[in-house]
């Protein structure tokens, strides 16, 4: 079977289908480094529907997720300042695989190894589709953004800045 037309599961795509949450599969040639700008060119998508999933923490290095238009950062001060939070920063690599159990670049907000609360730029929510990563690197998969707030509580916040 080729690559193209399955792709095994992950935690992810396993607690969406577990939901009974309808996806589309979005397989691609990860670039190390590349981001979402890289998956967006190959697949044909708008970086601002493709989203990134962020591990970050606050000043007591309890973890959170952001999720971020691909063609936008976070501004951690506007987001610190949203959720109550003295400061935010992003986790180091090692320590965002621990908590998401996911490789970064691999990172879903599906199906993680740990609960954390998840922040999503609202202006994500107004998108019909978004494409958002499967759990895996190369690996993106196409869901409405309600489904995040559904099946993840996320709360809409206003902390992007154009990259």
């Known amino acids: 079977m080729s690559k193209k037309t399955h792709v095994s599961e992950t935690p992810a795509t396993q607690m969406l289908r577990a939901n009974g949450i309808a996806f589309t599969e979005h397989p691609y040639e990860y670039l190390e480094h590349g981001g979402a700008q890289h998956s967006a060119e190959v697949l044909g998508l708008d970086p601002f529907t493709v989203v990134k999933t962020l591990v970050m923490q606050d000043q007591d290095?309890?973890?959170?997720?952001?999720?971020?238009?691909g063609n936008r950062t976070v501004s951690t001060k506007n987001l610190a300042r949203q959720i109550g939070a003295k400061s935010v920063e992003p986790c180091k690599p090692e320590v965002a695989n621990r908590h998401s159990g996911y490789l970064v670049g691999g990172t879903s907000p599906f199906g993680t190894r740990r609960a954390m609360?998840?922040?999503?730029?609202?202006?994500?929510?107004?998108?019909?589709?978004?494409?958002?990563?499967?759990?895996?690197?190369?690996?993106l998969v196409g869901i409405d953004p309600q489904v995040c707030v559904r099946l993840l509580d996320a709360k809409p916040v206003q902390c992007a800045l154009a990259e």
């Open 117 to 139: 609360p998840v922040y999503v730029e609202s202006t994500i929510l107004d998108l019909p589709k978004i494409a958002i990563n499967g759990g895996r690197r190369g690996y």
């Open 61 to 69: 290095a309890k973890p959170l997720i952001v999720l971020m238009h």
